[in-house]
């Protein structure tokens, strides 16, 4: 069965532009769900799927095309990788 969405953990990492409004220039979602067990994908195991603990999904990954190309996008996700 999957998890509730009002019970699914998430986080949402935005990147701001050092000013006085703290402009958002991006930002990366990720929340945590459970495997599905009729899923289809090779590496979900009988083991893996075993498990109840959430796996990251993200699902949302965005940088304002003036800001592109230095590196913001690859750190959103180096923070959300360490939620």
């Known amino acids: ?7 699914i953990p998430t986080n949402l990492v ?10 958002i220039i991006g930002f990366c979602s990720v929340d945590g769900r459970t495997p599905d067990p009729s ?3 090779e590496f ?3 083991s893996t799927l075993a498990s109840s603990a ?3 999904y993200l699902s949302d ?3 304002s095309p003036l800001h592109r190309r230095r ?6 996700v ?3 990788e360490k939620w």
Do not use: D
């Open 14 to 23: 935005n990147a701001t532009k050092p000013s006085q409004n703290e402009q």
């Open 61 to 63: 990954l965005g940088v």
């Open 1 to 7: 069965a999957h998890t509730p969405a009002s019970t």
């Open 71 to 76: 590196g913001i996008g690859e750190s959103l």
């Open 78 to 80: 180096n923070e959300c």
């Open 54 to 56: 959430p796996r990251p």
């Open 44 to 46: 979900l195991t009988p």
């Open 39 to 41: 899923s289809k994908i």
